[in-house]
């Protein structure tokens, strides 16, 4: 890893898998990740406005961050089905990382993905995306903390 900080739990959990699997399988994987993001509440789905663009990524990304009651973050993405593999990062971001205090989420290493074995499977370009999206994140939730 090239930060040295360690990794949530649940984000742990998902590199190992990852790292683990055959290279077939993480493509597989990451495809699966992308079925499971979950669609935007209706509150940002009909005013996009309050969605942050990430330009640095090739395909459409959005993202906005909320607190909720315990002080944890909330993460919502929106991401185009035609991006499988942009949407499945957006997935594992939000399967491990929605709901989690702002700490943590800020404690993530900027380039976690790396370890991943996807760096054969994905183009540097959407590599490069997906540290642009992650830099994005921490910056919305520094700036709502």
């Known amino acids: 890893m090239t930060d040295a900080a360690p990794l949530p739990e649940k984000l742990q959990q998902i590199v190992n ?26 509150k940002y789905a009909l005013h996009p406005e309050f969605l942050k663009p990430v330009p640095e990524c090739a395909s459409p990304f959005f993202l906005v ?4 009651e315990r002080g944890g ?23 491990a990382l929605s709901g989690e205090a702002p700490e943590t989420i800020l404690s993530v290493p900027d380039q976690f993905y790396m370890d991943m074995g996807l760096t054969d499977l994905i183009t540097p370009m959407r590599l490069r995306g997906m540290g642009a999206i ?4 921490k910056n919305e939730v520094r700036e709502s903390a």
């Open 134 to 137: 992650l830099m994005r994140l």
């Open 17 to 42: 898998l990852f790292r683990t699997a055959p290279k077939p399988l993480r493509l597989q994987a990451l495809l699966e990740y992308s079925k499971k993001l979950p669609p935007l509440p209706e």
């Open 65 to 68: 961050t909320e607190r909720d």
């Open 73 to 95: 973050v909330n993460l919502y993405f929106k991401v185009p089905e035609e991006a499988p593999t942009v949407r499945g990062y957006a997935g594992i971001l939000h399967e």
